[in-house]
Nanobody
Framework: QVQLVESGGGLVQAGGSLRLSCAAS????????MGWYRQVPGKQRELVAT???????NYADSVKGRFTISRDNAKNSVYLQMNSPEPEDTAVYYC?????????????????WGQGTQVTVSS
């Protein structure tokens, strides 16, 4: 089982900056892709950015050039640097991770979500 704990959410003014952090803990062999998603009431959860263990990134078009995802593999942590946020970025942000497990006989991968952290951007 893997626990993902997010931190860093809060209120930020448009044009400011905010950094979200997420740390994975628990029992696993390795962490593969980590990422951030967001959701506003009444809408589906959407991808913000993902980062593979090999360093490949994927960003939503709406955040390209403003948000940067990074990770510290030694700490099993992922970060989202939010620069020049806009009111439209207001949402609950969720950390997501693919964890590799090994029981001594075979490997398998499971997907996990954090509890979410609220980000509110004021105009």
């Amino acid at each position: 089982q893997v626990q993902l704990v997010e931190s860093g959410g809060g209120l930020v003014q448009a044009g400011g900056s905010l950094r979200l952090s997420c740390a994975a803990s628990g029992s696993f062999f390795s962490i593969r892709t980590m990422g951030w998603y967001r959701q506003v009431p009444g809408k589906q959860r959407e991808l913000v950015a993902t980062l593979t263990s090999g360093g490949s990134t994927n960003y939503a078009d709406s955040v390209k050039g403003r948000f940067t995802i990074s990770r510290d593999n030694a700490k099993n942590s992922v970060y989202l640097q939010m620069n020049s946020p806009e009111p439209e970025d207001t949402a609950v942000y969720y950390c997501n991770a693919d964890a590799r497990h090994y029981n001594g006989n075979y490997y398998w991968t499971a997907n996990y979500w954090g509890q979410g952290t609220q980000v509110t951007v004021s105009s």
